[in-house]
């Protein structure tokens, strides 16, 4: 079996590593429910959400910041019998638990699977309030840290966590620079209808999937010094981005599908919708993405043109992007959209340098 | 032959509210201090957290008698019961008496003292310990690069029982009891800035084991602080980051039901 990790620990950890599994290995087996094993966690590819990407906890949060955490927490455990509604990446979770399924049908011994963990840094009573809410949408999310005020990262590091998704951007920003792929999700402005029987991801190429190497030559050159310097360097591949080996778990889940014969069928689809265009700086991405080994379903070259509409076609369950201009385009339209906070892009709005307010301490 | 002595640097506490921790000299103290003095052991750090919250407690109330009550246990003739006086003394340890015992006797002077936690870096005194009621709990290397600002206590849910220590119901009810005292002391802080951290960790069963240990914790009094569902992921890496001063798991496999 292929690992969705790389494999660098010592022997005696396997063993206590085999213990802690085949245990929970034997209570699972032992339920006399339904309820689908969680995967181990070396083979599967590891989503963390936060409870406030899940749920919809923004008149919780108004709480918080106005009356402090204890009349919080007072709020949470009164109100912990009423499930919560959900949140932006709620959407993108079911998907992924659809896609588990289809993986099960086809391969009911693998362990390559979505591993959905619940990663809040709320206080243990709230979370009480949190399983009744997955009990209550019957979510398959078996993992959880609640941190109780403690940062999330060293957790996420522990779990070999492929994604995280938090409101957090402080928090996505350090596990960013811990080389782990974040995103800020937003809530968009009206609801989408998204297809229940297909994972559909969006991917801004510069900054996201790739470094923000060209973005700065944009940023600081113009577009003209761009496009001279993308059709020069067009055979050499660009530099991976902070969300490349998350397209990477995702392509090792659809060849699962192709090798099944399910390639019309699979449940996961994958756009790239990039300002590029496809006459001038488009050869040098499809390039790289070949390179690299990987494959995108759909690459869209808007040359420029605003992303929201053509995102509104697409009807991603998410989609990141690192600049906040197209962030809040897709948002207006409806898109789920989270924003990766890597490279030049964060200092720039609407192509003009932002002033840098001193940092928070 | 085991003998008492009482530090009388330190005040002595109400022996019928104080929460009696035995920690064993070696955990506590190493060879190599210079000057007469030994120097600082594995267990430097979490006595340092128990005084912390000592401290605390009685900022919270000058009149507090739910306190730790910190007892130095030897279990073998090997460190000199002079030394230990004094380098309790020289580092301003929060040792209320010093219990010289020896490998034989030494369960005998925990019951005597109405020890409720017992702290060692040896697994077999752990082991024998527990056998006889009494609540134990294992100390390491890791427990040195802990914390000496917070207390963190980790209970397990439902960690697997190992053969050799198979839990009498009397040191499943020495669990609970230790615990619903912790839970008490925790209520006297509010949720940040705690010098005690109550942590839950459940490592085979999914998300109900944890919910359901999460409510029976409540109904004993205690309000954990933080909580952790493995469901089968490996539980070395989480408590390298966790980082508990010592872990209980005793009274609570079956907590869940």
Known sequence: MSEMKPSDVATAEDSSEEQDWNAAKAFFDSLKSNKPRPPKPRFAVSIAVSSRTLFNMVAERKIYEEEGVEKYVAFQVEHENEPLKPGPAFPFVKALMNVNSRLRELYPDSEELFDIVLMTNNHAQVGVRLINSINHYDLTIERFCMTGGKSPIGYLEAYMTNLYLSKDSDKVTEAIEAGIAAATVFMPEKESELSDTQLRVAFDGDAVLFSDESEIIVKQHGLDTFFEHEKHFENQPLAQGPLKCFLEALGKLQRKFYSKNERLNCPIRTFLVTARSAASSGARVLKTLRSWGLEIDEALFLAGAPKGPLLQKIRPHIFFDDQMFHIEGAKDLGTIAAHVPYGIGQKYHKGKLIEQPAKKE | ?257
């Open chain 2, 1 to 257: 032959m085991v003998s008492t002595v009482q530090n009388t640097d330190v005040k002595q506490k109400d022996s019928d509210h104080a929460v009696v921790v035995a920690v064993a000299s070696r955990a506590v103290f190493e060879p190599g201090g210079g000057d007469g003095v030994y120097a600082e052991g594995v267990a430097f750090p979490l006595l340092q957290a128990l005084q912390k919250v000592n401290e605390r407690l009685l900022e919270e109330n000058s009149a507090e008698s739910l306190l730790f009550d910190i007892v130095l246990i030897t279990t073998d003739s090997q460190q000199q019961s002079s030394q230990l006086i004094s380098s309790t003394k020289h580092y301003g340890l929060e040792v209320s008496r010093f219990c010289f015992s020896t490998e034989e006797d030494f369960i005998e002077s925990l019951l005597k003292n109405n020890v409720q936690l017992f702290l060692s870096t040896d697994r077999n005194e752990v082991s024998q310990t527990s056998q006889k009621g009494v609540l134990s709990a294992l100390l390491d290397e890791y427990t040195a690069s802990c914390p000496s600002e917070q207390l963190r206590v980790l209970l397990c849910g439902d960690t697997v029982i190992r053969p050799d220590t198979n839990p009498t119901p009397a040191s499943r009810q020495a669990a609970q009891s230790f615990s619903a005292q912790l839970g008490k002391m925790r209520q006297r802080f509010g949720m940040s800035d705690s010098p005690l951290s109550i942590t839950l960790m459940t490592s085979c069963g999914g998300r109900d084991s944890c919910g359901g240990a999460l409510q029976t914790l409540r109904s004993l009094g205690i309000s954990a602080d933080e909580a952790y569902c493995l469901a089968g992921a490996p539980q070395g890496p989480i408590l390298s980051v966790l980082r508990p001063h010592f872990l209980l798991s005793d009274g609570f496999s079956g907590l869940e039901d």
